[in-house]
């Protein structure tokens, strides 16, 4: 199996705070990882490591088997941050606008041409948001906003999709939707990375799972996960997973 990301002794310091210290871990075509950890264990930090938002202090990073200092295929990663549908507040412009956006890279300077325009289409179908297409992406709920985000990736034609925390403030019935749609864009090929707080979720929707608290605890498929001591040795005490059956 190709890997996508492969991350080799990495490490990461804010001054002299660790946050990730010698992660070494890859993530193959087509998986679907889970990321987990307690508030402050360095999820988010290595979540943009892996997509060259941040340089590493030791070890080395690869986006598509090539450094991810020199990557430049920002089209294959579609990644929606975290409160990204908070800042969506403030923005004028309207959920096909949005999408439109996840074309930029394919058209240049150039306007965008009857495939672009197919492609947001098609983007905004998948996700189940054409109704929604000239609503300003404001107006819109937290998981409706989420999917727009996600149209924005499929245009994009993205290979690796990064989630960091995307169902915060969503309600249960959405972020139900929301997971069935992940699903759904996996089995089609596309490889997720995805930060939830929710370890139950994640147990029950991921194929693999890393557990992290600035050195990494576990890395493998989820069954193995379950078995093992990493939740009670990243969390301490207070870790435990709560079933979620659907």
């Given at each position: 199996m190709t890997d996508v990301v492969h991350l080799e002794n990495v490490s990461f310091s804010y001054g002299e705070q660790p946050a990730v210290a010698d992660v070494t871990l890859s993530v193959?075509?087509?998986?679907?990882?889970?990321?987990?950890?307690?508030?402050?264990?360095?999820?988010?930090?290595?979540l943009h490591l892996l997509l060259g938002l941040l340089e590493p202090d030791s070890g080395r990073v690869e986006l598509f088997g090539q450094?991810?200092?020199?990557?430049?295929?920002?089209?294959?990663?579609?990644?929606?941050?975290?409160?990204?549908?908070?800042?969506?507040?403030?923005m004028p412009v309207t959920?096909?606008?949005?999408v439109r956006m996840g074309r930029f890279a394919h058209a240049g300077h150039s306007r965008l041409a009857e495939e672009d325009r197919d492609a947001v289409d098609a983007a905004l179908a998948t996700v189940d948001i054409e109704n929604l297409a000239e609503r300003r992406i404001g107006s819109l709920s937290g998981g409706q906003r989420q999917r727009a985000y996600i149209a924005r990736a499929l245009a994009s034609e993205a290979d690796l999709l990064a989630l960091d925390e995307p169902t915060v403030g969503v309600d249960a019935e959405s972020r139900d939707a929301f997971y069935q749609l992940l699903a759904s864009l996996n089995d089609r090929g596309?490889?997720?990375?995805?930060?939830?707080?929710?370890?139950?979720?994640?147990?029950?929707?991921?194929?693999?799972?890393?557990?992290?608290?600035?050195?990494?605890?576990?890395?493998?498929?989820?069954?193995?996960?379950?078995?093992?001591?990493?939740l009670a040795d990243a969390y301490g005490a207070s870790g435990r997973i709560v079933q979620h059956h659907h």
């Open positions: 193959g075509a087509g998986e679907f990882l889970g990321l987990i950890g307690p508030n402050g264990s360095g999820k988010t930090t290595l450094p991810v200092s020199s990557f430049d295929q920002g089209e294959r990663i579609g990644y929606v941050s975290q409160g990204a549908t908070d800042r969506a507040e403030t959920v096909r606008e949005v596309i490889t997720i990375v995805l930060i939830e707080h929710d370890i139950g979720v994640v147990t029950d929707r991921v194929d693999h799972i890393a557990c992290l608290n600035t050195q990494l605890y576990h890395h493998g498929d989820t069954e193995s996960f379950v078995e093992s001591d990493a």
